[in-house]
């Protein structure tokens, strides 16, 4: 049974109620379920779907169904060659259309922020950013990549990225984004040619996990 391991909570991904699913890609599935927000979106013949820009911008591709509360987006993505860098998702987005860039969201990253790092950051005032450069990123490996939000008995909101069920990142946002009014999940090229594949979201639902310390001498 997969488990994800957070600080005090359990998450079980496969036992989570499924509220979106797309495994291939198709042309049809990218038009009646996305909308593009800027960049080259596209699906290639083995069923990914492929965003590319060559620019230094968030260019997404957003679910058209919203997704808010507490939520689990995962996928398999990879960078697709020539390109090495910056695997990017957001969740509890939003989108504006005067600046066409993204508004409000929480962004997680794999070899991005411009030093090959692995990190987090929060939209749109960037106030909160945390990063590591702990993770051995390889460009072209197809990825596992979990992201989720769920909300603590004390209003805060814990957020989390892990990678093939791993935690990379771990937070808790004390001045959390509306997630009860933000909600498209949002797969981005940000400099980079990059393909996603089964994409799912999920209604997160997390299992009480207390702990102790037990002397050890």
């Known amino acids: 049974m997969r488990l994800i391991q957070l600080m005090k909570k359990k ?7 499924l509220l ?5 890609f ?3 599935i990218l038009k009646e379920k996305f909308d593009i927000k800027d960049g080259n979106w596209y699906v290639d013949e083995d069923g990914w779907l492929v965003g ?20 689990l987006v995962e996928f398999d993505a990879a960078t697709v060659a020539p390109a ?4 990017n998702v957001t969740i509890h987005g939003s989108w504006n259309e005067e600046n066409n860039t993204r508004a409000n969201g929480y962004v997680f990253g794999l070899n991005g922020f411009w030093e090959g790092r692995i990190g987090f950051e929060k939209s749109p005032s960037y106030d909160t950013v945390i990063l590591t450069q702990l993770f ?3 460009p072209g490996e197809v990825y596992h990549i979990t992201v989720g939000s769920v909300t603590l008995d004390t209003g805060v909101i814990k957020v989390f990225l892990a990678v093939n069920d791993v935690i990379c990142l771990e937070f808790k946002d ?3 984004l509306d997630t009860e009014n933000f909600g498209f999940v949002g797969l981005e090229a940000f400099c980079t040619r990059v393909k996603h594949k089964n994409l799912k979201v999920k209604r997160l639902v997390t299992v009480p996990d207390p702990k102790t310390y037990t002397p050890e001498f």
């Open 84 to 87: 090495t860098r910056d695997i």
């Open 26 to 28: 198709t042309d049809e």
């Open 11 to 17: 998450v079980y991904p496969d036992e989570q109620e």
């Open 20 to 24: 979106f699913e797309v495994g291939d």
């Open 52 to 71: 590319e820009n060559r620019r230094c911008s968030a260019a997404m591709c957003v679910t058209k169904e919203q997704f808010t509360g507490d939520i």
């Open 174 to 176: 004390s001045h959390p």
């Open 136 to 138: 051995n990123f390889v």
